[in-house]
């Protein structure tokens, strides 16, 4: 099963715009043309069966990716989605992807361009072609500039070719060759659609007035929901990041005022990030909302994936990472706390999932040193697990810490059910 938002399906998606893209621009440049008479080339022959082929492999695509139903829950059932496939998407799929053109193309030319263009009800799919597997995201920036960078050439590309159908009908046209009509009608569009006249180009019929009055109508409304939206989006900042960035704002302003020496002002900078960071991912608080089996669950990942950054249990089986994780209580330690204290004897080791503490030991004199600082995702006093060892260094919180304590006698009885692993378990007394 394919997630709609993993990197082969987003490049997949991409490829998919592109040869639309041509599909569309080609399809409306011969319709425009009136050459229904022509057979087409041996090169747009070898595109249009290239063409069928692909979309008929992203058909098979479609059934294998997952989808957000209506519960807003990622669906990943194989019969599932393609009952939905088949459907929402899967009718205006297949009508597009069947080559109606190309089974018609030996009975007549004109044929194969009518039929041709019944691949352009493939453009109300665009809007559903990414999607995300998160229903709390959305779309990443750069796929919807992807999508602003078809949507808009596109129609500019449709707009120019009307024009020149409702101008030859008409006005007449003064250019002797297409490619130069399609010119004259591209920058009339442009000049009309950026807000900047009509040029050189001016309609004196009433149905090219029509048209160029609604065109203008349109051109205003795309304009101000471009810049007014579109502007919006691209400032819309994380509401996380905007909340560091105030806070730190506001500690500049506090020890600019007062005058705070450079030196002093650069360790708050140093560890100001890290508190923030820590107030702002209280893990209480994020997960209050859900429903108490589904916080266990996340907690009970979160503990994996601390135990997986300690090189000792990167090589333990799961089976045995779980039962080890099932002896990790989490505890709240309040700001200014000893987790663990110079010279008493170590009964386990902690990992700090939220917050960040200190690391300090103390000289022959008695006064203590700063070893460090550790933040989330870090571990400490591991040496307790496997050895009868004193502690050689203080750790006190700086900040509100979320733990997990693993206790030797918890760990120990947690591997006893696994005897064939214990040799993984070799640690360096720290």
């Given at each position: 099963?394919?997630?709609?938002?993993?990197?082969?399906?987003?490049?997949?998606?991409?490829?998919?715009?592109?040869?639309?893209?041509?599909?569309?621009?080609?399809?409306?440049?011969?319709?425009t043309r009136g050459h229904w008479d022509e057979f087409p080339t041996t090169r747009e022959i070898v595109l249009a069966i290239a063409s069928t082929v692909f979309f008929t492999i992203d058909m098979y695509i479609q059934t294998r990716t997952a989808y957000l139903n209506?519960?807003?829950?990622?669906?990943?059932?194989?019969?599932?989605?393609?009952?939905?496939?088949?459907?929402?998407?899967?009718?205006?799929?297949?009508?597009?992807?069947?080559?109606?053109?190309?089974?018609?193309?030996?009975?007549?030319?004109?044929?194969?361009?009518?039929?041709?263009?019944?691949?352009?009800?493939?453009?109300?799919?665009?809007?559903?072609?990414?999607?995300?597997?998160?229903?709390?995201?959305?779309?990443?920036?750069?796929?919807?500039?992807?999508?602003?960078?078809?949507?808009?050439?596109?129609?500019?590309?449709?707009?120019?070719?009307?024009?020149?159908?409702?101008?030859?009908?008409?006005?007449?046209?003064?250019?002797?060759?297409?490619?130069?009509?399609?010119?004259?009608?591209?920058?009339?569009?442009?000049?009309?659609?950026?807000?900047?006249?009509?040029?050189?180009?001016?309609?004196?019929?009433?149905?090219?007035?029509?048209?160029?009055?609604?065109?203008?109508?349109?051109?205003?409304?795309?304009?101000?929901?471009?810049?007014?939206?579109?502007?919006?989006?691209?400032?819309?900042?994380?509401?996380?990041?905007?909340?560091?960035?105030?806070?730190?704002?506001?500690?500049?302003?506090?020890?600019?005022?007062?005058?705070?020496?450079?030196?002093?002002?650069?360790?708050?900078?140093?560890?100001?990030?890290?508190?923030?960071?820590?107030?702002?991912?209280?893990?209480?608080?994020?997960?209050?909302?859900?429903?108490?089996?589904?916080?266990?669950?996340?907690?009970?990942?979160?503990?994996?994936?601390?135990?997986?950054?300690?090189?000792?249990?990167?090589?333990?089986?799961?089976?045995?990472?779980?039962?080890?994780?099932?002896?990790?209580?989490?505890?709240?330690?309040?700001?200014?706390?000893?987790?663990?204290?110079?010279?008493?004897?170590?009964?386990?080791?902690?990992?700090?999932?939220?917050?960040?503490?200190?690391?300090?030991?103390?000289?022959?004199?008695?006064?203590?040193?700063?070893?460090?600082?550790?933040?989330?995702?870090?571990?400490?006093?591991?040496?307790?697990?496997?050895?009868?060892?004193?502690?050689?260094?203080?750790?006190?919180?700086?900040?509100?810490?979320?733990?997990?304590?693993?206790?030797?006698?918890?760990?120990?009885?947690?591997?006893?059910?696994?005897?064939?692993?214990?040799?993984?378990?070799?640690?360096?007394?720290?």
């Amino acid at each position: 099963i394919i997630l709609p938002d993993c990197t082969f399906k987003l490049v997949w998606n991409v490829v998919y715009l592109a040869l639309y893209f041509y599909e569309c621009v080609t399809i409306t440049l011969n319709a425009t043309r009136g050459h229904w008479d022509e057979f087409p080339t041996t090169r747009e022959i070898v595109l249009a069966i290239a063409s069928t082929v692909f979309f008929t492999i992203d058909m098979y695509i479609q059934t294998r990716t997952a989808y957000l139903n209506k519960e807003i829950f990622v669906d990943d059932d194989r019969q599932s989605i393609i009952s939905h496939y088949m459907r929402t998407w899967g009718g205006v799929d297949l009508l597009a992807t069947i080559p109606f053109a190309l089974i018609l193309l030996p009975i007549h030319a004109s044929g194969y361009h009518i039929a041709h263009m019944v691949k352009l009800v493939r453009l109300i799919r665009i809007p559903a072609l990414f999607k995300t597997s998160n229903p709390l995201r959305d779309l990443p920036k750069p796929v919807v500039f992807l999508l602003f960078c078809f949507w808009v050439p596109l129609m500019l590309h449709i707009f120019a070719c009307i024009w020149i159908v409702v101008l030859e009908n008409t006005e007449g046209s003064a250019a002797t060759e297409f490619n130069q009509e399609y010119n004259m009608a591209l920058y009339w569009l442009l000049t009309v659609t950026s807000t900047v006249g009509f040029g050189d180009i001016t309609p004196k019929q009433n149905d090219t007035r029509w048209f160029a009055m609604c065109l203008m109508v349109i051109a205003i409304v795309l304009n101000v929901g471009f810049l007014g939206s579109g502007i919006a989006y691209l400032m819309r900042e994380n509401a996380m990041r905007k909340h560091v960035k105030d806070r730190k704002e506001k500690l500049a302003s506090v020890l600019d005022f007062y005058a705070i020496p450079w030196s002093l002002q650069k360790e708050a900078f140093t560890i100001f990030p890290h508190v923030v960071s820590s107030s702002l991912n209280n893990l209480d608080e994020i997960l209050s909302d859900l429903p108490p089996f589904i916080q266990n669950k996340i907690y009970s990942h979160i503990k994996l994936q601390l135990l997986g950054n300690v090189p000792m249990f990167q090589t333990v089986p799961r089976e045995v990472a779980l039962a080890i994780v099932g002896a990790m209580p989490r505890q709240f330690v309040p700001p200014n706390t000893s987790i663990i204290k110079h010279g008493e004897v170590g009964e386990g080791m902690f990992f700090l999932a939220q917050g960040m503490v200190e690391v300090v030991t103390k000289d022959e004199s008695g006064e203590e040193l700063l070893v460090g600082n550790l933040k989330a995702g870090s571990w400490f006093g591991e040496a307790a697990l496997m050895h009868e060892v004193t502690r050689t260094a203080s750790v006190r919180s700086l900040t509100v810490c979320a733990i997990f304590h693993l206790k030797k006698a918890d760990f120990q009885r947690a591997i006893k059910k696994f005897p064939e692993y214990k040799s993984l378990f070799m640690t360096e007394k720290a």
